[in-house]
């Protein structure tokens, strides 16, 4: 079964700062993978995909990400973040073949402080 | 419409009463998802719609939830004799058929049971 680990719970950068939310995954080939954005008391937002080709993925807002085989690992990136980034992000693995049931992992909260 | 539109977006329930909340796909969106977020958690699958073909409902808690989309377009998540447990945001979210495409969700139906 696929899962996804997010180890950082909280994170806090100062705006203008460099971001990078750390992403692993266990799938037992190559997954789809997704990072969303959820601001408080909405849904959520998709940020940038991969699905094959291009291993470094380009997003909305500015943000990027990088699918790293032998690490398993798809983390995010930007690297000058907005007071209006605040938010939690969620990073999210897809099965090939079928209906593409996703399977989220538990969020990364990030506060931006002035 | 243009988004993914969920009803009621707040649902106060007193213990052992059933509920139903409501979703609207994006028009032509083939596929139709369900998910619970518990307060601090990601969210976890429940259940999945191909069109009116309800193909996967591994992730429903128990006999106590139902969904059901009957025309292939609007979804019903019925949930009976509502436990404390059951407290969480319940996020629909739609897509085009086959793969490579990331979810649109919608903003989420708050169910507070009391």
């Known amino acids: 079964a696929q899962s996804v680990t997010q180890p950082d719970i909280h994170i806090t950068v100062s705006e203008g700062a460099s971001l990078e939310l750390r992403c692993n995954y266990s799938y037992g080939a190559t997954p789809y993978l997704f990072w969303y954005v959820q601001s408080p008391g909405q849904g959520l937002q998709l940020l940038l995909k991969?699905?094959?080709?291009?291993?470094l993925v380009q997003g909305i807002k500015g943000f990027e990400a990088e699918f790293k085989r032998s690490q398993s690992s798809f983390n995010l990136r930007k690297p000058s973040v907005h007071w209006s980034d605040a938010a939690e992000y969620f990073c999210a693995v897809g099965a090939r073949g079928g209906y593409q049931k996703v399977t989220f992992g538990t969020g990364t909260k990030l506060q931006v402080i002035p | 419409g243009a988004g993914v539109s969920q009803s009621p977006r707040y649902k106060v329930a007193k213990r052992g009463q059933d509920v139903a909340l409501r979703c609207d796909p994006i028009s032509g969106h083939v596929s139709l998802f369900w998910y619970q977020q518990a307060l601090g958690q990601g969210p976890e699958f429940l259940t999945y719609?191909?069109?009116?073909?309800?193909?996967?409902k591994s992730g429903l808690p128990s006999d106590r939830f139902f969904a059901e989309r009957p025309e292939g377009s609007v979804s019903t998540l019925k949930i009976q004799r509502t436990q404390q447990e059951d407290s969480a945001v319940y996020l629909c979210?739609?897509?085009?058929?086959?793969?490579?495409?990331?979810?649109?969700f919608g903003s989420g139906t708050r169910l507070t049971v009391v």
């Open positions: 991969y699905f094959s080709g291009d291993t």
């Open positions: 719609f191909q069109n009116e073909a309800q193909l996967d």
């Open positions: 979210a739609s897509s085009l058929s086959g793969q490579g495409n990331g979810y649109t």
